[in-house]
């Protein structure tokens, strides 16, 4: 089985490239060797390829700088996404693509379907939508995998960034109106290559798994109670900071506002993945504190040798005023 990863360096295809690997040969392709902008082009390497299977994990994902670059993202979730179907149905491959919580408004109560009707909210949601619908249309073999609120180790994340602003702040107020399930690259890496793995063995599943599933963490919280969740956890491991549990404060989205706007509900229902492909989901919680387990250590260790070099030029410094005074009181200028 031959398969083409594209995206291969962002948060998902960084662990697509460990997860995918043991099932067959494995084209890896970042954005030097597959730019989504110059579908085209893209289409040409896909020929050349010619894979079994193609794992779509690029997109453009800056939500906020959708909404005045829409031209691009368009580009790069809808046409280049359309024009990747067309040639896995040409090819006869099965498209893997992911998809986001995006695509709804939020507006319905309690984890939200495959089937529960899109009306995305912003620039990035629509574009995604349309990344679907080309699929589909297209008539190609695809898994269309949603999912919500991803982060990794590697990367910027929400995680990452309450861990330096609560170090560097005594206050930190963070939005409590906004809920979803946290999910891990690594769990999405494995689940899809698991969900592969199932479909190239069990040919009637293969025929009859295609289509649309959502695919996130159990559980759910919201961004507020995700942050005291990361900080807490990474106290634990170690690491200080100078706000506390009392200065972790919750606000409405309203007060933090953003060119794009958010779904107040991306709890997505994870039930048709679970059923069809005999998976259990974990909770939230569990690959969130082994992402903080691994880059906590790192975090300490690099703020230790950053004390270091602080000291250590702060010494040097007292040796050279210390020089420089003993030169004067010599009558040395």
């Known amino acids: 089985m031959k398969l083409l990863l594209l995206g291969a360096n962002g948060q998902v295809g960084w662990e697509l490239q460990r997860a995918l690997a043991p099932l067959g040969t494995l084209e890896i392709c970042d954005r030097r060797q597959a730019d989504l902008s110059r579908p085209d082009a893209v289409a040409a390497l896909v020929q050349r390829c010619r894979p079994d299977i193609i794992v779509n994990a690029a997109a453009y994902t800056a939500v906020d700088k959708a909404e005045s670059d829409q031209a691009l993202a368009h580009m790069v979730n809808a046409t280049a996404v359309g024009m990747l179907a067309e040639q896995a149905r040409s090819l006869g491959a099965l498209l893997v693509h992911y998809s986001t919580d995006y695509v709804f408004d939020g507006s319905q109560p309690g984890p939200q379907a495959e089937d529960v009707p899109t009306r995305p909210l912003n620039v990035y949601g629509a574009t995604k939508l349309e990344g679907e619908q080309l699929i ?101 491991l170690g690491m200080q900071f100078k706000v506390n549990d009392a200065s972790i404060l919750p606000i409405s989205a309203a007060e933090f ?22 998976l259990r989901l974990p909770h939230w919680q569990y690959h969130t504190a082994r992402m903080l387990q691994e880059i906590v250590p790192v975090e300490l260790a690099a703020r230790t040798a950053s004390q270091h070099l602080s000291d250590a030029l702060k010494q040097a410094e007292h040796l050279s005023h210390a020089a420089l005074s003993h030169n004067n009181v010599k009558g040395i200028s």
Not at 268 to 273: N, Q, S, Y
Request: with cysteine.
């Open 136 to 236: 589909r249309a297209s008539r190609c073999r695809h898994l269309i995998l949603r999912t919500s609120w991803v982060y990794a180790a590697r990367g910027q994340n929400f995680a990452k960034t309450m861990l330096r602003l609560a170090s560097e702040r005594d206050e930190l107020k963070v939005v409590s109106d906004q809920f979803g399930a946290p999910t891990s690259a690594e769990l999405i890496a494995d689940v899809t290559a698991l969900v592969i793995q199932q479909m190239q063995h069990d040919p009637e599943r293969a025929l009859k798994a295609g289509g649309t599933y959502h695919l996130a963490a159990s559980g759910h919280t919201n961004w507020f109670e995700y942050a005291r969740f990361v900080i807490s956890t990474a106290a634990t």
């Open 257 to 278: 506002p953003a060119p794009a706007a958010r779904p107040a509900n991306s709890r997505l229902d994870t039930r048709k993945l679970q059923h069809a492909f005999d």
